[in-house]
């Protein structure tokens, strides 16, 4: 019995031995197995293998928890936590892509992230836009251009030869504009006109702002905006001061870059002050559907002049107060209304106040009253008030203005205007409105015009938006009918077809009626015309 039981314990002690051998030796060939496919990966990936072949690091628990750098946080120094990592592994823990992969505490790999990092910060920091509360804004080149092309037929049974009409082809306006922002607080902008130079000396005679002459010779380069303003200033609000609009309306302050036709109604030009240098102080009320705006104004215009123009040149106190009491859909749906009033204390006493065939100052007037079909004589009262009110109401593609303009001259005599504007977009779109400047801007096309080739075929893509006018335009100089004065009547008839919101093209047909002289001999224009504008 004990030679049995000998034998058995015999076969049992070489079977165990024989077994623990032949698993040690599976093992190691597993792992240099393994050992060779980590290799071999970090060789695919372009990375210096780190072990020599065949070395073996057993892991005997888990290996410790190193976080990877991330290369969208800016990169801080590692190096202490990756030098303890690289210098005192944890005892036989196994570094291989496996590991790496699913706890990141490979030393090798680690290093190559945190370089990667490091160039991911340095390509960020050349490339980072400037701090805007730091610095100014890179500046905005912008501008229009209007196109214009009239036909006028004239007819004056007094003197059909004196008052003749001529058509009209050419470039209307051509400006450029630079605009900016700095340190979230403050903007600027600076707007040129290129103009011939009887364009240029109207400017600074004529009252009003914009009579650009027949001419399309470039002479010289006029300045129009000049400005900087500053917001949320203590007791001011937004404070602007340089050369700029005065704001005697609703149609005038969205300038010729948004009228609604080739021009401003008659009543519009006649009665505004142009720009002249001063400053203003802007406040908003009521989530921005209140806006009031106050200011002091040089009398005389400067323009970009540099001759002696004397000591005293006039103030003008200029104001306007404007309400959205109804505001929804993103100024889809507006109703509008406000007024304006000015003080002129003009020490020259030089004011008149003209009309114009459908307020379109470019087409000029008949050679014997100047450029303008009706217009007062020289005014010698130095202190006189304008004022004015306006309303407005949008419904989608429904937009109905209404404003009236009156100047007092004291007893020389009061002149009147009045304007009534009714349009419709046949595609659905609305003119933009803007709270904190209280004006419409343009229309949002939903299919812009957009020609284009394909297979040898010349398509289009877009219709663009087609928007339908009608606007009404009542001018009374009737206190200066014994001169040049008398009543203006004009009709509009237009179609706005928009590309885009930026370039249009404008057709329309005015009817002008006026009845002038002491005898109130009347007399009319048929005026045609297209029209190309271009805002950039």
């Known amino acids: 019995m004990k030679k049995i039981s000998l034998f058995f314990v015999a076969v049992l002690l070489v079977s165990g031995i024989t077994y623990g051998f032949e698993t040690e030796i599976r093992n190691d060939t597993a792992t240099e197995q393994m050992e060779q496919m980590a290799t071999a990966q970090e060789e695919s990936s372009g990375l210096t293998p780190k072990r020599a072949r065949n070395t073996v690091i057993r892991a005997q628990q888990s290996p410790p928890q190193v976080p990877m750098p991330d290369p969208y946080i800016p990169a801080k120094n590692e190096a202490p936590r990756l030098a303890q990592a690289t210098a005192a592994p944890h005892a036989g823990a196994v570094y291989t892509s496996a590991a790496v992969a699913n706890s990141g505490t490979d030393a090798y790999v680690y290093a190559e992230l945190e370089r990667l990092s490091n160039e991911v910060q340095k390509i960020r920091k050349d490339t980072e836009k400037p701090n805007p509360k730091k610095s100014f804004s890179t500046p905005k080149l912008g501008g229009r251009l209007l196109f214009d092309a009239w036909t006028i037929g004239h007819s004056n049974p007094a003197s059909p030869s004196t008052e003749d009409y001529q058509n009209k082809l050419g470039l209307n306006e051509l400006r450029f504009t630079i605009t900016g922002t700095g340190y979230e607080a403050f903007d600027y902008k600076a707007e040129f006109a290129l103009t011939s130079a009887s364009a240029a000396s109207a400017a600074h005679t004529h009252p009003n702002d914009g009579s650009p002459s027949a001419?399309?010779?470039?002479?010289?380069?006029?300045?129009?905006?000049?400005w900087v303003g500053a917001k949320n200033v203590p007791f001011l609000g937004y404070f602007r001061?340089?050369?700029?609009?005065?704001?005697?309306?609703?149609?005038?302050?969205?300038?010729?870059?948004?009228?609604?036709?080739?021009?401003?109604?008659?009543?519009?030009?006649?009665?505004?002050?142009?720009?002249?240098?001063?400053?203003?102080?802007?406040?908003?009320?009521?989530?921005?559907?209140?806006r009031w705006i106050y200011g002091i104004f040089q009398g005389q215009n400067i323009n970009n002049s540099r001759a002696a123009v004397g000591d005293n040149q006039g103030q003008i106190f200029n104001t306007r107060l404007t309400m959205a009491p109804y505001y929804a859909d993103s100024g889809r749906h507006v109703l509008h209304f406000g007024g304006h009033y000015s003080y002129i204390n003009d020490s020259t006493a030089h004011n008149s106040i003209a009309s114009y065939v459908g307020g379109n100052a470019w087409l000029h007037g008949a050679p014997s009253i100047g450029a303008a079909t009706l217009s007062t004589s020289d005014i010698t009262v130095v202190h006189h008030n304008r004022g004015g009110l306006e309303l407005a109401y949008q419904r989608g593609p429904f937009r109905?203005?209404?404003?009236?303009?009156?100047?007092?001259?004291?007893?020389?005599?009061?002149?009147?205007?009045?304007?009534?504007?009714?349009?419709?977009?046949?595609?659905?779109?609305?003119?933009?409105?803007?709270?904190?400047?209280?004006?419409?801007?343009?229309?949002?096309?939903?299919?812009?015009?957009?020609?284009?080739?394909?297979?040898?075929?010349?398509?289009?893509?877009?219709?663009?938006?087609?928007?339908?006018?009608?606007?009404?335009?009542?001018?009374?100089?009737?206190?200066?009918?014994?001169?040049?004065?008398?009543?203006?009547?004009?009709?509009?008839?237009?179609?706005?077809?928009?590309?885009?919101?930026?370039?249009?093209?404008?057709?329309?047909?005015?009817?002008?009626?006026?009845?002038?002289?002491?005898?109130?001999?009347?007399?009319?224009?048929?005026?045609?015309?297209?029209?190309?504008?271009v805002n950039f």
């Open 400 to 533: 109905a203005v209404a404003e009236t303009f009156i100047a007092s001259f004291g007893d020389q005599g009061t002149a009147t205007g009045t304007t009534t504007e009714l349009g419709y977009f046949l595609t659905g779109e609305h003119r933009a409105y803007s709270l904190p400047t209280a004006t419409f801007g343009a229309p949002t096309v939903k299919r812009p015009f957009h020609p284009f080739k394909c297979g040898g075929w010349n398509l289009v893509d877009g219709y663009g938006a087609w928007q339908l006018v009608v606007r009404h335009a009542y001018t009374d100089l009737g206190d200066w009918r014994e001169t040049t004065g008398g009543y203006q009547n004009d009709w509009t008839l237009g179609m706005n077809w928009f590309w885009t919101p930026n370039i249009r093209c404008i057709f329309e047909y005015t009817h002008s009626n006026q009845r002038g002289n002491a005898d109130l001999v009347s007399s009319y224009q048929d005026a045609f015309g297209t029209s190309i504008r």
């Open 241 to 290: 001061a340089g050369h700029y609009n005065l704001e005697t309306g609703l149609s005038y302050m969205g300038g010729s870059a948004q009228t609604t036709l080739s021009s401003m109604s008659p009543s519009t030009l006649s009665f505004n002050l142009g720009r002249k240098f001063g400053c203003t102080s802007e406040h908003l009320f009521a989530n921005d559907r209140i």
């Open 215 to 226: 001419s399309t010779t470039i002479g010289q380069v006029t300045l129009v905006d000049a």
